[in-house]
């Protein structure tokens, strides 16, 4: 009897230990194409991620609890995208730090919504991300990035304007990233008077695109627009300079990685992209840009966007006092900014970034930098 006096008050000291040892660590998911051919920028997610939460841990984590990261590779394919919201969900996590291409953030997201997460996108800019979550009444689904269609409202006139009577050509990839913002490029191009030649898509993770090029060629092409990512953008500059054609490439955000310059070698001389204002040129980022640089990693990218969607998690929980996700997402959209290394970020009602802003970046010699439109 006393023996099991004595193993009953164990088990019960453990049971009543447990719990406490559980709520002092609180768990974030990392949700990128960590393998396959966009590769890169999910290193830039668990690179960016692992950064900040080393800061907040330092510097006394989320009201005295830990956060530990949970990593997950979705290789930027919907259907495993799905598979691994499903997954982090089963686990019990509530905050995701994810997804990157439109393509598997719009359905993940509806994984998410259902199961009351918070999702927070540093890459991924289709507006159909929150537009459909406002739309479905999910206050849960945000993105602390762009969307398509204010990228295609800076862009748009500006290729308008700067390539007037020009031959311009509007392509994309056929993804939910890349047609979106060619669609929203044209959109607002057209509106400023100038009409491409050509709208084609074509098929992503094709090796020879040389008679695109050869059509490139015959229409005397001077400007390409491209919604895409870094392997087929480098792919078809390459094989143009194969074929003595050179023009005008200019691209979203996707090209923002040094493995742009790898696929193109000097051939990718010259191209343009849009990107965000320079978030490395932020005072904000100087000292987590020394402290990733320190570790070997060059900030590049959507680095320190998700960089700063680990600090708004945090900084949501402390406002909310609570980890429930629907308070931390109502607390993150009450108007007051997040201070982030960034800059300092406020979210409308749909969950999307007020006010952003963005530069023309240009490659040159295997390094980018922005330019004066």
């Known amino acids: 009897m006393k023996k099991f006096s004595i193993l009953s008050a164990a088990i019960f000291g453990l049971m009543m ?55 997950e590779d979705d290789q930027c394919d919907p ?47 289709n507006p159909v991300l929150t537009d459909a979550a406002a739309k479905a009444g999910w206050p849960t689904i945000m993105r602390l990035y762009t969307r398509d269609d204010a990228q295609g409202a800076f862009i748009g006139p500006w290729i308008a304007k700067k ?35 050509l709208y084609e898509g074509i098929n992503a993770g094709e090796k020879d695109y040389s008679a695109l090029v050869t059509k490139l060629k015959e229409l005397k092409a001077d ?36 493995e742009f310059w790898q696929v193109a070698g000097p051939a990718g001389e010259g191209t343009m992209f849009v990107f965000p204002s320079d978030p490395q040129a932020k005072p904000e980022a100087k000292e987590a840009i020394a402290k990733i640089k320190a570790g070997g990693f060059v900030p590049e990218g959507f680095t320190l966007f998700s960089y700063a969607v680990i600090q708004a998690f945090a900084e949501g929980i402390k406002r909310a006092g609570s980890d429930d996700p629907v308070k931390v997402a109502e607390a993150l959209k ?8 960034v800059g300092p970020v ?18 040159h010699d295997g390094k980018y930098a922005p330019i004066q439109p």
């Open 163 to 197: 390539y007037a009577g020009k031959n311009v050509v509007i392509m994309h990839d056929k993804s939910a990233y890349g047609q979106g913002v060619a669609d929203a490029v044209k959109a607002t191009m057209n509106q400023n008077g100038l009409k491409e030649i």
């Open 79 to 125: 259907k495993q995208a799905v598979s691994v919201a499903n997954r982090i969900i089963a686990n019990g996590v509530k905050f995701i730090d994810g997804h990157a291409c439109s393509g598997s953030s719009i359905p993940a997201s509806a994984v998410y919504a259902e199961a009351g997460a918070l999702m927070m996108s540093p890459a991924s800019s």
């Open 334 to 341: 009450n108007g007051q900014p997040i201070s982030t290394v």
């Open 17 to 71: 230990t447990a719990p406490v040892a559980f709520a002092d660590d609180i768990t974030f998911s990392v949700v990128g194409p960590m393998t396959g051919q966009l590769a890169t920028i999910g290193d830039q997610f668990k690179q960016g991620a692992q950064a900040a939460t080393d800061a907040i841990n330092a510097a006394g984590g989320v009201d005295g609890r830990q956060i530990k990261l949970d990593i």
């Open 346 to 363: 406020t979210f409308d009602e749909k969950g999307d970034l007020k006010n952003a802003s963005y530069d023309i970046n240009q490659w």
């Open 223 to 258: 400007v390409v627009y491209f919604g895409g990512y870094h392997p087929e953008a480098g792919l078809i500059l390459r094989q143009s300079a194969e074929q003595n054609l050179k023009f005008q490439l200019i691209m979203p955000d996707s090209i923002a990685s040094p």
